[in-house]
């Protein structure tokens, strides 16, 4: 017998950008001891998860695994078939950037994860009002996932399902930077850019950039993002 | 424009064992192009994947392709744990030989591979009969992994969602084969053994083994199976 009780723990999914590591600070914050988890997809931007070691270390993770997927083998993405370019326009109803099933896959790892080291709960930092188009973003579609969370596992079976969160669901990205702030997250430490050097360095323009360089304006808060020294705000060409 | 009608499309999982070598025959059968996948998630039956690539060959698959995923390193599972035996004896409950969320996982990339090839099914060969206690091989969670592949990927918002089918759901071990004879699988082409050697031949004793034995005998088929020159069917020690 231990002395001092476990804290309940959680998975979550880390990808290194602005909103998965608000997403950690949340889950500590509600009293989890957290295991943090990226998923190596075969995406162009392996910045992110060097920003994703920086940010589990930053904010306490217990653990931080890297589990590789060779999703590139798939292609149909710009984030990982590299015969597609990234639009730095706004697009029109599903981005180009959309990767097929990839919160389904991502979930999917999470959850036997979190059965292997007994957490109760995988959050993961999607958000429906800056979706960008992306299907596997909606909370009906968590809805449904949490449904095969409850019916695919083990503990799902004999005792309480492990839940699906995502807090920051129905929140702008002003609401999410303003809360990482108050919860101690250093956001220089981020990246988000999906043609971010190697370095970490964000691009400026692409969508991606674009949300979170007005995220920060809205929340009033400084934008910590280290830019490539091409950039300037001003600019809007490629 | 092409002269020739494309036929449908669907993606088959293909584990290299028996049930899944039916179930590629029955989607071909049911008009199918077939592009089978194979996930590599660190389990310890290899030979399992040498089978797949012959099984589809020999069934006519447009494609094969084999995925890896480093589901090893989460543990908890004799099938990916070295520190873990696989037992001789049939266990109650859910057994050891359980892949955390592995249909979940396999169900997610199968369903990235149907988007990005266009393909109107999954098929899987789940089976609810001899599902042995694994919770993610029941009708109400394939059902529920349905709704996840209708609201989480881009045709199932902008078109038809990709169906999930599990043929072999209500059948018997028996069934299975018959339906595989008529359909020309030759079951001599597949693994089932959690512990094949190298050569994919088969140690006759463990779970998969005695299910897969039992089959042959109840469908009144020859056990084409190839098995370790140790194994002798009156033999029962480990």
């Not at 999703?71 to 959309?98: Q, R």
């Not at 973003?137 to 005792?159: N, S, W």
């Not at 702008?172 to 043609?195: M, N, P």
């Amino acid at each position: 017998m231990s002395i001092s009780a476990d804290k309940p723990r959680a998975v979550v999914l880390l990808s290194g950008g602005l909103d998965s590591a608000t997403t950690l600070a949340i889950a500590r914050d509600e009293g989890h001891d957290c295991y943090a988890l990226s998923v190596h997809y075969g995406q162009r931007h392996v910045a992110e998860l060097d920003a994703a070691a920086r940010v589990a270390r930053a904010l306490g993770a217990v653990e931080h695994k890297i589990m590789g997927v060779d999703l590139a083998g798939l292609g149909g993405s710009a984030l990982t078939d590299l015969g597609v370019d990234v639009p730095n326009a706004p697009s029109e109803g599903i981005p180009v950037t959309y990767v097929p099933a990839r919160n389904t896959l991502m979930l999917s790892l999470a959850l036997g994860y979190a059965e292997v080291r007994g957490a109760q709960a995988v959050y993961v930092g999607v958000n429906a009002v800056d979706y960008s188009g992306y299907p596997d973003c909606r909370p009906e579609f968590i809805a449904a996932f949490a449904e095969v969370a409850r019916l695919g596992t083990k503990v799902g079976v004999h005792g309480a399902p492990i839940a699906i969160r995502a807090p920051l669901q129905y929140w702008s990205k002003a609401e999410i930077i303003r809360t990482g702030v108050q919860l101690g997250v250093d956001f220089g430490l981020t990246v988000s850019c999906y043609r971010a050097d190697p370095q970490g360095r964000a691009c400026g323009h692409c969508d991606s950039c674009r949300l979170r360089r007005e995220g920060f304006v809205a929340a009033g808060t400084p934008d910590p993002t280290h830019y490539c020294v091409e950039f300037a705000p001003s600019r809007t060409g490629p």
